[in-house]
C-alpha cells in the first residue's frame, strides 16, 4: 500500500491537476505523465490528454485512442459535448494492466436560446434512416493520420448568424436533448464555401438521395478522430475520397433540406461529438503532430 501512495504522489507533482490514483499495485518504473487542456474545461470543449506513452484514455463509457505527437509525447482528445451537466467526472486513463483515474471538474457554461419559425411544410421534415446512419457513420471516422493543421479557417466569408450550443425552439416547441451544433454563417445563394483544414471527403448526400433535413451534406474527415460537416448546399465540388487542401473550395452555399433561407451550417466534431468551433478556429489545441504525420505534406500544398 506504501509503494501505491508514493507513486499516486509522484503522478500528481508530475502533472498538477488534482489526485491521480492507480487503481493497480505497480512499481515505480511504471509512472506516467498526464497533462490536460484547458485547465478550466467548459461543455463543448475539446479536452486534450497528453501523455508521455501510448495510452487510451476512457470517458463517459467511452474510449479515445492516442497518437503521436511532434514534441514525443501522446495525444487524445475527448469531446465535451455541450449538454454536459457541471460537476466532477473521472477521467481514466489506461496504460496495459494500469488505469489511473483524475477527477475532471467540467465549469458551467450558459448557452442562448433562438426562436426559429418554419413554415408547415419545412417543419415536417425529417432526417431519413439512411440520412442518419450516412451522417453519422461519416462523423465517427477515425483515421490515424493527422491532416489538419492550426487554426482552422473560416469556411465561409458571411457572418456568424447562429453560435454554438444555442437550444432552439421550432415554433414555439422546445427540441429536447439539442443544442446547435456548430455555426451557421449567413450568406447568399451560391457563395463558395472553403475547406477550413485539409482533409478527405468521407461523405456527399444529396436530396436526391434522400438527404430530406439536412439537404445536400458534405463531411470531410481531418484525421485522429476530427471530421467537419456542411449542410444545406445548393452544390458540392469535390467527391468522395478526395483529398482537399485548406482553403480549397469545396461547395456552394444553399437553403436545401430544411433552411429557413440560404446560409451555411458549418460543424467540427472530434469521436462524433459536436464540439466548440472556436477552440480550433483559434489554435487552442495542444501540440504539433508527429513527424509521421500528413498534416506537414497536405497543408504545404495549400
Not at 487503481?23 to 461543455?43: A, G, K
Not at 457513420?137 to 469556411?155: D, G, K
Request: with cysteine; net charge positive; glycine share 10%.
Amino acid at each position: 500500500m506504501g509503494r501505491r501512495t508514493g507513486f499516486a504522489l509522484l503522478v500528481l507533482l508530475l502533472i498538477g491537476v488534482g489526485a491521480l490514483r492507480a487503481e493497480d499495485s505497480v512499481d515505480s518504473s511504471t509512472t506516467e505523465t498526464v497533462r490536460v487542456f484547458p485547465d478550466n474545461p467548459l461543455p463543448g470543449n475539446t479536452l486534450q490528454i497528453v501523455t508521455r506513452n501510448q495510452v487510451a484514455v476512457r470517458f463517459e463509457e467511452h474510449d479515445f485512442p492516442s497518437f503521436p505527437i511532434a514534441t514525443g509525447e501522446w495525444r487524445a482528445l475527448v469531446p465535451l459535448s455541450a449538454l454536459m451537466h457541471p460537476r466532477e467526472y473521472p477521467l481514466e486513463v489506461l496504460s496495459g494492466p494500469n488505469t489511473w483515474t483524475i477527477p475532471l471538474r467540467v465549469a458551467p457554461r450558459r448557452f442562448g436560446l433562438q426562436r426559429i419559425s418554419l413554415s408547415a411544410g419545412r417543419a415536417a421534415l425529417e432526417a431519413t434512416p439512411t440520412e442518419e446512419e450516412a451522417i453519422g457513420s461519416a462523423l465517427r471516422t477515425l483515421s490515424p493520420e493527422q491532416f489538419w493543421q492550426l487554426p482552422f479557417r473560416r469556411p465561409s466569408g458571411g457572418r456568424i448568424s447562429s453560435g454554438f450550443g444555442l437550444r432552439r425552439t421550432y415554433n414555439g416547441v422546445l427540441e429536447q436533448n439539442y443544442y446547435h451544433r456548430g455555426y451557421d454563417f449567413a450568406a447568399p445563394q451560391g457563395a463558395g464555401v472553403i475547406a477550413p483544414a485539409a482533409g478527405r471527403v468521407v461523405l456527399v448526400g444529396t436530396t436526391q438521395r434522400g438527404f430530406r433535413l439536412h439537404g445536400n451534406t458534405l463531411v470531410l474527415d481531418h484525421g485522429q478522430g476530427v471530421t467537419s460537416i456542411y449542410i444545406h448546399l445548393s452544390r458540392i465540388l469535390v467527391r468522395r475520397g478526395e483529398m482537399v487542401k485548406a482553403g480549397q473550395r469545396i461547395a456552394l452555399v444553399g437553403s436545401s433540406g430544411r433552411a429557413t433561407g440560404a446560409h451555411l451550417h458549418w460543424g467540427i466534431y472530434a469521436h462524433g461529438v459536436a464540439i466548440d468551433p472556436a477552440d480550433w478556429l483559434a489554435g487552442r489545441i495542444c501540440c504539433r503532430a508527429s513527424g509521421n504525420s500528413s498534416a506537414a505534406a497536405a497543408e504545404s500544398a495549400s
